[in-house]
């Protein structure tokens, strides 16, 4: 098709009524929201340009209703080890299970969204492209894939998309059938426009910053408080706090050292803002986690045959970038380039994501959040967590922080305030439960809270350990479980937990709890998965099939969240 | 002469404490369950102490740790009975073993009155730490609390041939005197339930309240006088005959410890109250132990000696 066609201003379809075809669905499958802003302004501009259309994110789309359907623009992202995210797991699972829905007369295309710097780059767009072909759907152009600096690439597609629709749907859909079909997205009273954004946050003041694990802890874990002051800013518990962090100086003055860089040069930025280089380091530009196309770029530039070597071997370039720093690189292989080369070799920075441990209903104008120290040697240099050193260790209460909310779209809260809830976290997995609790605690629900967390040690990082206490002791925590790996010679976890009390567990789903894991999403979380499928097909007298379809539906129903990392 | 009767007027929290602990186990077997805390709660913080153990916490940090949301560093102090102090080598590296590997210190501290204290074992070791002692031939039952504590005697065996004799009727003295509730084992060593026979006569010399204070014996061989027989309740002196021991000279009364700036608990030193035989000496102890149990002041926690 031709990507330059513009949308005709004012394509008003009203001429074509005579056929009632079902409006075009943009599907969205979201992890940090970037694939659900870009599906959202996909809907905007159909809607402006005149084709009916509905907006679902994935995790509200039953998978079944895929059989109806005629035309499906997904848009999908990727995280982990190429897994789709967590909302779009169940219509995944369905593609590719033994009943797959009849999509023989439907209409596709794909964009995916990912992160370059990992292995299974956009596999989640990659796997719902292939399949809907395999099973005989029509793919009505290329998928298209974004990198993290996904917006001019999403775009273009966006637009691409728009005029190929308006051109060949305009004619035979209900113009103004939209209003019916506006997504419950947009009216979802739980997710509130937010005034601060990613591109334009609200800077707001550190009021603490209190490390929560013990001076004998192996591990640095921060309570940070920030001041919203009058921004109006307003989230709910299992939203992320966006944060926009800075480099530490000490690193882009070793970066600059090792390429015989001078930090009062200008770079230009693919943006097109000119700026020195020193100071684009810090405030513009992603050097704390290495990607392929680094190495790619710089091994080109040295025509180092170890560095070239790796560029060509794409496996042992995942494990290499893993372990090693782009400092690291630089280090071992200095060489001097000018500050647009090494400016070139680098990507923007981005945000990171936190989930925030706090609740309005508690808090007012405050937002909290958990985080811990990303810190790791290499070549006898200490390394820090680009957001989590600057956080942890160069910001105090005073200090000025960049930030805004990604709202969530399915970490949330029971409607119903008496309906009982099991919370699954370790490690700072814990953030998002303090808030829940802090709501239903403000607001006197009823319901059962049942804490099940898991740390190192319990003395030393058993994190906000005085606030459970008092919630346990006025009963707002009704029961609660916990993991600690290193108090004894074999390790627990979690998982442990669950399945040491799966009658309590079992009993409490009958009672129609909600399951809520939060944490590391390759171990702790696919773990948990485990034993509570374990769980349901013992206690439930359940076959491993039956006992998956099970979970399956609490998935489906929302009673089975997940926001792992 | 009229009828001496233990001091009348409302009695203090500990004597409830004490009368409601259903023989000293109160809730103390929940606590061990309790993962939000590490120490203990309510009425149970106290009847530790009767299985020998102090709950103490690292008051250096307890500051620090309540900024970062953490409880103090909640801990046990256990002191170990050991009547005469007389341990084996095997005992003694017994002892050393679990300080080092399981101890917030890694050490065995030695007390004035014979025995070693452990400082700093977090909940999830108290009952091994029980347990570990029980295997060894030792326990830390009424090392601490209002009962008969640590047994002291002449402590060496090298000065008097009488000493091995004495001690085995310093032991004989702990053992007569020690709570007859079974809640020690029950609560650290996987004991039996014992099936309700607690009565009002489970405890016939502590009785169900146990003692209105802390009490203290000592065996004394002279001419030494190590473990001064002037400074505790109830002390026995050796005296021998032909080489052997024969009966115990005895003084009833004394007592060091007292409460900073409370005159009535000025320290005391005890009165001779004359010669008993060997045969008498434990219906003798106990008889002075009931008499404290029945007459002593209940109205106030750590009252006067006597």
């Not at chain 1, 408080?225 to 939203?239: A, K, M, N, T, V």
């Not at chain 1, 789903?509 to 013992?538: F, N, P, T, W």
């Not at chain 2, 256990?78 to 101890?103: D, K, N, Y």
């Not at chain 2, 007592?255 to 010669?275: V, W």
């Amino acid at each position: 098709m031709d990507a330059s066609g513009a949308v005709p201003a004012g394509v008003a379809a009203a001429q074509a009524t005579q056929e009632q075809a079902s409006p075009v669905l943009v599907l969205s499958a979201s992890q940090t929201g970037n694939a659900r802003r870009v599906a959202q302004s996909l809907q905007d501009k159909l809607k402006a340009a005149g084709v009916a259309s509905v907006l679902k994110s994935a995790g509200d789309y039953k998978s079944r209703q895929l059989a109806a359907e005629r035309l499906v623009l997904v848009v999908a992202s990727t995280q982990g080890d190429g897994e789709p995210p967590e909302e779009a797991l169940s219509l995944h699972k369905a593609l590719f299970g033994k009943k797959p829905p009849e999509v023989k007369s439907l209409q596709y295309a794909v964009l995916g969204l990912g992160d370059s710097s990992y292995p299974d780059f956009c596999q989640a767009g990659k796997d719902f492209d292939s399949r809907l072909e395999q099973l005989g759907a029509q793919r009505l152009f290329d998928r298209v894939d974004c990198d993290l600096d996904y917006q001019a690439t999403a775009d273009e597609w966006v637009e691409k998309t728009v005029a190929w629709l308006v051109e060949h749907e305009s004619r035979n859909t209900a113009a103004n059938a939209a209003p019916a079909s506006v997504s419950a997205l947009v009216n979802d009273p739980q997710v509130h426009a937010q005034i601060y954004t990613r591109e334009k946050p609200f800077t707001a003041t550190i009021l603490t910053n209190q490390k929560i694990t013990s001076r004998n802890s192996l591990k640095d874990v921060r309570h940070l408080e920030f001041d919203l002051g009058d921004s109006g800013i307003r989230y709910q518990p299992g939203d992320a706090l966006g944060v926009w962090f800075r480099n530490d100086p000490a690193l882009v003055d070793s970066i600059l050292a090792s390429t015989g860089v001078d930090g009062a040069e200008d770079v230009t930025l693919a943006d097109g803002k000119t700026l020195g280089v020193r100071y684009a380091l810090i405030h513009h530009l992603e050097i704390t986690q290495n990607t392929p196309a680094f190495v790619k770029g710089y091994a080109q530039l040295t025509q180092d045959q170890a560095l070239l070597d790796l560029a060509a071997d794409s496996k042992a370039l995942q494990d290499y970038i893993a372990e090693t720093p782009i400092d690291v690189v630089l280090r071992r292989v200095p060489q001097t380039l000018t500050a647009q080369q090494l400016c070139d070799l680098l990507r923007p920075l981005t945000p990171r994501m936190y989930s925030i441990a706090s609740a309005q209903e508690e808090v007012g104008d405050e937002v909290h959040i958990t985080v811990a120290l990303v810190e790791y040697e290499q070549d006898a240099v200490q390394y820090q967590g680009g957001a989590s050193g600057y956080l942890n260790r160069r910001l105090e209460a005073g200090d000025e922080v960049a930030i805004f909310i990604e709202p969530s779209a399915h970490f949330r809260l029971p409607q119903d305030p008496q309906t009982p809830i099991i919370m699954i976290g370790a490690g700072t997995g814990i953030a998002p439960f303090r808030a829940f609790l802090q709501k239903r605690d403000a607001e006197d629900q009823e319901g059962g809270n049942w804490l099940i967390f898991g740390n190192q040690s319990f003395k030393d990082d058993f994190l906000y350990q005085l606030e459970w206490q008092q919630l346990a002791k006025s009963e707002r925590l009704s029961h609660y479980s916990f993991a600690w790996s290193r108090d004894q010679q074999e390790k627990i976890y979690v998982q442990h937990k669950l399945l040491q009390e799966g009658k309590q567990l079992w009993q409490w789903l009958q009672k129609g709890a909600h399951l809520y894991v939060c944490g590391d999403a390759s171990r702790m979380a696919k773990d948990v998965e485990a034993a509570l499928l374990e769980v349901i097909a013992s206690e439930g007298g359940l076959s491993v099939d039956d006992a998956d379809a099970y979970l399956d539906e609490l998935r489906e129903s929302h009673r089975y969240q997940r926001d792992v990392y | 002469m009229s009828e001496i009767k233990a001091p009348a007027g409302k009695l203090s929290d500990n004597e409830r404490q004490k009368g409601n602990s259903k023989y000293l186990r109160g809730t103390i077997a929940e606590d061990l369950q309790d993962p939000l805390t590490g120490g203990f709660r309510g009425d149970n913080f106290n009847l530790i102490r009767f299985h020998g153990m102090y709950e103490q916490d690292d008051r250096d940090i307890r500051g620090e740790r309540v900024e970062q949301k953490l409880e103090p560093l909640k801990n046990v102090m256990l002191r170990c009975r050991m009547p005469g102090g007389v341990i084996t080598p095997a005992q003694w590296l017994g002892i050393e073993e679990f300080a080092a590997s399981h101890t917030m210190y890694g050490s065995v501290r030695i007390t004035n009155r014979q025995t070693f204290q452990y400082h700093g074992v977090l909940k999830q070791n108290i009952r091994p730490v029980h347990q570990w002692l029980h295997q060894l031939g030792l326990d830390s039952i009424a090392t601490a609390g209002d009962v008969n504590r640590n047994v002291l005697c002449t402590s060496n065996p090298v000065e008097s041939e009488l000493h091995v004799q004495a001690w085995e009727w310093a032991k004989k003295i702990s053992e007569h005197l020690l709570p007859k509730t079974q809640a020690y084992a029950e609560i650290w060593l996987d004991g039996e339930k014992v099936q309700s026979t607690d009565t009002d006569t489970l405890e016939p010399i502590l009785g169900k309240s146990y003692l209105p204070r802390k009490f203290k014996t000592t065996v004394i061989i002279p001419p030494q006088n190590d473990v001064d027989l002037h400074a505790n309740d109830l002390n026995f002196v050796a005296i021998e005959q032909d080489g052997n021991l024969i009966g115990f000279n005895v003084l009833i009364g004394g007592g060091l410890s007292m409460e900073h700036g409370n005159t009535a608990t000025f320290p005391t030193t005890a009165y001779e109250f004359g010669f008993i035989p060997l045969e008498k000496t434990l219906e003798t102890a106990a008889a002075v132990v009931t008499t404290q149990r029945d007459l002593g002041d209940r109205r106030v926690p750590n009252p006067p000696h006597w």
